[in-house]
């Protein structure tokens, strides 16, 4: 092991400091004694001055860069291109499973007698499942590793394809699309993760330009393959490809090398702590049960009273009875000792160290259980952030209006005048992916080109704004796109018209998204799976819910109506952005002070503002631990103890 086990991480209060790991006990702080009267009113005096005060400075460490032993930043380019490599192709079938659908939806209908509802169904839940269940497999890959979630993720979606494929009612097509959206979604917010971990900052933007970027054409040759294989080879051929695809990919994912860190990870700090915690917690009740029986004048490890003489006529004591392991009056503890020591010890099981949460290591204590797998926290501290939720929103709006505008454009080009075929239809749709796959390659080569250029202004240090500034000519360009493609396919004017809009519009809505993709992975270090997966999250709701509305809004008003619409909705997504791009530093600020802030303390009083600069400690190792007692407390203990003395 390097130098990294030598130290420990301990994040107090959301930021990290580093504490010594080589002592061996736990350094406990100790009560307050008793104070007088006036000592007390000093004491509180005190606490009302330090709340008026700001905090002092915490020490931040850069948790991206401790010392890790085979550290992927350091791996050679030929080990992270192949890494890279994979991960865009893993990425590719998930973005291809919902539209590879689309086409052969009436021939599905009519071969397994389902519904319009259902077979609307098979499609909406997909896209929400894809969404939604990401925090998931990011919570429990920051914990275990991306590389088992990798291929348990894959095998789930080779057995949703397989099984459904073969599926003989409708019932068991949605369910086997239920089983296969969970198990394509891990590896599109987990994937950006793993590229975090290998690549720096100043490279991150170009990285996952291309890792979103060449997998956008999904969407668009889904429509292609599946026309492809409907017309030849009928409707379950779309299943076989993406479940042989699938097994492909599983196999390539026991050759990966897994890019995770336990020490570079704050969700695994997070989980070691919890997991001190109970122990912690488990030790103290088993001392306390402990002492109890040690009162009654049992031995430690009894778990029956001692047997007793009947009472005596004459003075009705009762007198115990001498017996192995029970405790004599002026004896001390040390027969437990000796007991436990005779006591045989239990066998461990040796599992394989491959498993998670699993260690054969009987030092090794302290460590996460399935309990520590939980998603909601996590969100919680992401949302919690305004800089952080507003971007999630916003590019969520996005990824909805990207995701919707194949969706309605594949009714739009099937309807008169057009009247296209489904593979006619996926070549138009060929103009919107490729716009796509340019404005991801080339966002992410601006947003590293703007950043190093704003960084060197500011004397070297970066800031994740810095990336959403690059942004800002594209902001336009989605607008106007989407007017122009509006009316066009309106008045059904010619095709060249609806193609140089789609064109457009993808490119303009993958430039914009691609920085605010880089700028979560930024604004996030030791978490950035995590935060993509709330991206996946709002984007699977979006997409959900824009797509279920967008056809009949459609009928209602037309195209030029709907797309309009969305322009709209977009607006107001490039304006969220933008306040982010000039405001969302100061916002971040420890120092910034929220209108909603000044009314909770008001409403709260003095005590909540001085309770803020005397709140324990949260401590996220095993190593060392420092526990503070809240003010209230420790004064009642105080007073609790001074009665106790007086009687």
């Given at each position: 092991m390097s130098n990294a086990t030598d130290r420990v991480d301990a994040q107090v209060e959301g930021s990290l400091v580093r504490a010594p790991s080589h002592q061996p006990t736990l350094d406990l702080e100790p009560l307050r004694s008793i104070r007088s009267h006036h000592s007390q009113h000093a004491h509180f005096h005190d606490i009302a001055e330090r709340a008026d005060s700001p905090p002092p400075p915490r020490p931040v460490v850069d948790i991206e860069h401790e010392p890790v032993d085979d550290d992927p930043r350091e791996w050679s380019h030929k080990k992270k291109t192949f890494v890279m490599a994979l991960m865009t192709t893993a990425v590719l079938g998930p973005m291809i499973s919902p539209s590879i659908y689309n086409p052969v939806v009436d021939e599905v209908k009519a071969d397994l007698n389902g519904t319009e509802t259902q077979i609307g169904l098979s499609l909406s839940i997909y896209i929400l499942l894809q969404g939604c269940v990401p925090v998931v497999w990011a919570s429990t890959a920051e914990i275990i590793g991306r590389k088992p979630i990798y291929i348990a993720s894959f095998v789930l979606y080779t057995i949703g394809t397989a099984v459904g494929s073969r599926a003989t009612d409708i019932q068991v097509l949605i369910g086997m699309r239920c089983l296969q959206a969970m198990g394509s979604s891990a590896v599109l917010s987990v994937g950006a993760g793993s590229l975090a971990d290998m690549y720096e900052v100043k490279e991150r933007g170009r990285k996952l330009g291309i890792y979103y970027g060449m997998p956008m054409l999904g969407p668009t040759l889904g429509p292609l393959i599946g026309g492809a294989l409907g017309n030849a080879y009928g409707w379950r051929?779309?299943?076989?490809?993406?479940?042989?695809?699938?097994?492909?990919?599983?196999?390539?994912?026991?050759?990966?090398?897994d890019t995770w860190r336990r020490e570079r990870s704050r969700v695994y700090q997070k989980a070691i702590s919890d997991a001190l915690k109970r122990s912690l917690k488990a030790e103290r009740h088993a001392e306390e049960k402990r002492q109890r029986k040690l009162a009654k004048g049992l031995s430690s490890n009894a778990t029956t009273p001692a047997p007793t003489h009947p009472t005596t006529p004459i003075s009705g004591a009762?007198?115990?009875?001498?017996?192995?392991?029970?405790?004599?009056?002026?004896?001390?503890?040390?027969?437990?000792?000796?007991?436990?020591?005779?006591?045989?010890?239990?066998?461990?099981?040796?599992?394989?160290?491959?498993?998670?949460?699993?260690?054969?290591?009987?030092?090794?204590d302290i460590k996460p259980s399935f309990r520590d797998v939980n998603p909601i926290p996590t969100m919680i501290s992401i949302f919690h952030s305004p800089t952080n939720a507003i971007v999630l929103v916003c590019s969520g709006l996005l990824f909805a209006a990207q995701y919707t505008t194949t969706y309605t454009a594949s009714v739009t080009f099937a309807r008169a005048p057009y009247n296209y075929n489904p593979l006619i239809i996926g070549v138009v749709?060929?103009?919107?992916?490729?716009?796509n796959i340019f404005g991801s390659v080339l966002g992410g080569r601006a947003s590293d080109a703007i950043l190093k250029r704003l960084a060197k202004k500011?004397?070297?240090?970066?800031?994740?704004?810095?990336?959403?500034?690059?942004?800002?000519?594209?902001?336009?360009?989605?607008?106007?796109?989407?007017l122009v493609y509006a009316w066009t396919t309106d008045y059904k004017t010619n095709i060249a018209g609806p193609v140089v809009g789609l064109f457009f519009a993808g490119f303009s809505l993958m430039f914009v998204y691609s920085s605010t993709l880089a700028f979560l992975v930024d604004s996030n270090p030791g978490r950035s799976a995590s935060?993509?997966?709330c991206n996946s999250f709002c984007r699977g709701v979006g997409a959900c819910v824009m797509s279920q509305v967008a056809i009949p809004i459609q009928n209602a008003i037309g195209d030029g109506g709907l797309y309009t619409l969305f322009a709209g909705i977009l607006c107001l997504s490039c304006a969220g952005l933008t306040a982010v791009a000039f405001k969302g530093e100061q916002w971040r600020s420890p120092d910034h002070v929220?209108?909603?802030s000044k009314w909770t303390r008001r409403s709260h009083g003095p005590d909540s503002a001085a309770a803020e600069h005397v709140s324990p400690s949260?401590?996220?190792?095993?190593?060392?631990?420092?526990?503070?007692?809240?003010?209230?407390?420790?004064v009642e203990m105080e007073k609790k103890q001074a009665r106790t003395e007086k009687a």
């Open positions: 051929s779309t299943l076989y490809f993406l479940a042989v695809f699938a097994a492909l990919m599983t196999l390539l994912f026991f050759f990966f090398p009762m007198t115990p009875v001498t017996a192995p392991g029970s405790i004599h009056e002026g004896s001390d503890a040390d027969v437990d000792v000796e007991l436990a020591a005779e006591a045989p010890r239990k066998r461990r099981i040796r599992w394989p160290q491959w498993m998670p949460f699993v260690s054969n290591n009987e030092s090794d749709l060929l103009a919107f992916g490729m716009g500011n004397g070297g240090v970066t800031v994740p704004e810095m990336r959403l500034k690059s942004t800002l000519p594209g902001m336009p360009l989605i607008i106007v796109s989407y935060a993509v997966s929220w209108p909603w949260h401590v996220s190792h095993a190593s060392t631990v420092v526990e503070r007692v809240p003010e209230d407390t420790a």
